[in-house]
């Protein structure tokens, strides 16, 4: 038994395993095509459930505010996140530092519908990320490359993100990320069958799992777009580029009118190939968020390079 | 010539639903706006959230045009959301929904994501088992007397037949049996 009383994973019958999996990758599949809104207080959620939002993050403060107030980023109060799950029927997320497995283990008692193990927390763990096989609570996690991802989903993540630069409405960094995935696992899938173990080597990625993206070019768990994002036409080049539904934090409640750029970002994202509606989408939508060049940033302000 | 199955495509599993419709000899056809229901004999409306796909649905008309067509007798089947989009009725909340099926829907009624499951269940006319997965399912408390139940869990309606309407609280897209998409389309007829 694992320490969070769940039985841990060889213990379990293979059947089991298997339902379990198809369970966490399950809800990541029934949230393709949407968008993800961080909020911080139970009204945000009201109003990104309303502007057509998958699922919300509960969170004490968006990236943004993170990045200026400084000092310690923690999982966050457990009575804001219980106001938020109150407030809407959509699935809610929370966030629990990299490593932080006891956090981890109260946001699974909260009963929240999906963990982001987030580097825009501050990481409790300087070697480990979260056993997420340990628990019956899915998991998200950010990956830059296709390595990252696929050391992630060998922990158990069930959804894979683009970290991006969280907080700074430059989409540059979201962008890199998501071309070193896609272009990785073309490389993965063109090559020699032969060639997969230094393949493996090279990524520091599990073998097994660096087959099934060989098999089927794809990763094994959705593969999702966050980190920078704060227009629709931001949201519709992730899709484009190969994610499959978009987080949005600080690029909502930190522009001008959250309601309508909130609305406008669902609709690009749902119809990210009709540049008809993109273009309508996109007018009037008063100010986006300030901003913050990722280039003039110095390295240690950057979150991306939190975790490995 | 195959069967032409529309899935909408807006948001959520719909690629699973296009895959399975394939892998039964049918050719699939993504549908984001009203036009691309031309050409398309039935619809499945796939797993996603049902509040987000009642803006998106109506935001070009695309309600009104599935309304239109089922009401003709085009055959549509719906997963999970797309079971509560079908409803007539959704307890406690004035939520819209497409109203075709005459059921009254309870949203979430397992619970949050640490309760969904899955489990093995009878469905009326299949000879064994069906494995019925069951993420934040909805279930169906209240049937019209045109609607048929035909499966249930622990006393709780959980699939319905009215006419050419389907309706499925768990998600046959999401596993390798392909019974319920064959039986669907066997509702086309000739």
Redesign the interface.
């Known amino acids: 038994m694992s320490t969070n009383g769940h039985p841990t994973n060889g213990a379990q019958p293979v059947e089991t395993q298997k ?1 379990a999996w ?2 966490k990758v ?2 990541a ?6 968008v993800i809104m961080d909020v911080v207080t139970p009204e945000h959620a009201k109003i990104a ?7 919300v993050m509960a969170l004490e403060r968006v990236p943004a505010d993170i990045r200026t107030q400084g000092g310690v980023a923690r999982m966050s109060d457990p009575n804001l996140i219980k106001a938020i ?1 109150d407030a809407v ?4 997320m929370a966030k629990c530092r990299i490593g932080h497995f006891v956090e981890a283990e109260i946001l ?1 008692a909260l ?4 963990i982001d193990e987030s580097e825009v927390l501050t990481p409790a763990d300087p070697w480990h990320h979260v056993n997420k096989h340990a628990f ?3 998991f998200v996690c950010g990956a830059r490359n296709l390595g990252e991802a696929l050391r992630r989903i060998g922990e158990g993540a069930a959804m894979i993100r683009t970290k991006g630069e969280a907080g700074t409405g430059d989409v540059i960094e979201a962008v890199r990320h998501m071309r070193s995935i896609v272009s990785e696992m073309k490389r993965v899938q063109s090559a020699r069958e032969d060639e997969l173990m230094a393949l493996a080597k090279e990524f520091a990625a599990p073998y097994d799992l660096v087959c099934e993206v060989h098999k089927t070019g794809r990763l094994p768990v959705p593969n999702f777009s966050a980190g920078g994002i704060a227009t629709p036409a931001d949201a519709a080049l992730m899709m484009k580029l190969g994610a499959e539904a978009v987080f949005v934090g600080s690029g909502i409640f930190k522009s001008g009118d959250p309601e309508r750029r909130a ?1 406008a970002i ?2 690009a994202t ?2 990210f190939e ?1 540049a008809t509606v993109l273009a309508r989408v996109s007018g009037g939508l008063g100010e986006p968020m300030v901003g913050i060049n990722v280039s003039s940033l110095a390295e240690e302000d950057q979150l991306a390079v939190r975790g490995w | 010539m195959p069967r032409v199955v529309g899935v909408l495509s807006l948001q959520g599993d719909f690629q699973l639903h296009c895959d399975a419709i394939a892998a039964c000899g049918a050719e699939p056809r993504q549908v984001r706006m009203p036009e691309d229901l031309a050409g398309c004999e039935g619809l499945i409306l796939p797993g996603g959230e049902s509040t987000t796909l009642g803006i998106l649905l109506r935001r070009h008309g695309l309600d009104q045009a599935i309304a239109e067509r089922c009401r003709d007798g085009m055959p549509a089947w719906g997963t999970c959301m797309g079971m509560i989009l079908m409803a007539q009725r959704v307890e406690g909340r004035d939520q819209f929904t497409l109203s075709l099926l005459d059921i009254t829907i309870r949203r979430n009624a397992f619970g949050p994501q640490v309760h969904s499951f899955e489990q093995e269940i009878p469905v009326k006319g299949f000879v064994s088992p069906f494995p019925a997965v069951f993420i934040r399912a909805p279930i169906v408390t209240e049937c019209g007397p045109e609607v048929e139940s035909l499966a249930e869990v622990e006393g709780k309606v959980v699939a319905v037949r009215q006419g050419r309407l389907l309706g499925t609280a768990f998600h046959p897209e999401l596993t390798a049996d392909r019974r319920v998409h064959e039986y669907f389309l066997s509702l086309f007829g000739g």
């Open positions: 339902a198809r369970l399950g809800l599949e029934m949230l393709k095509g949407g459930e309303r502007a057509g939002a998958v699922a799950q029927t959509i699935p809610v699974e009963e929240v519908d999906y019956k609570v899915p609305e669902v609709e749902a119809h009709d």
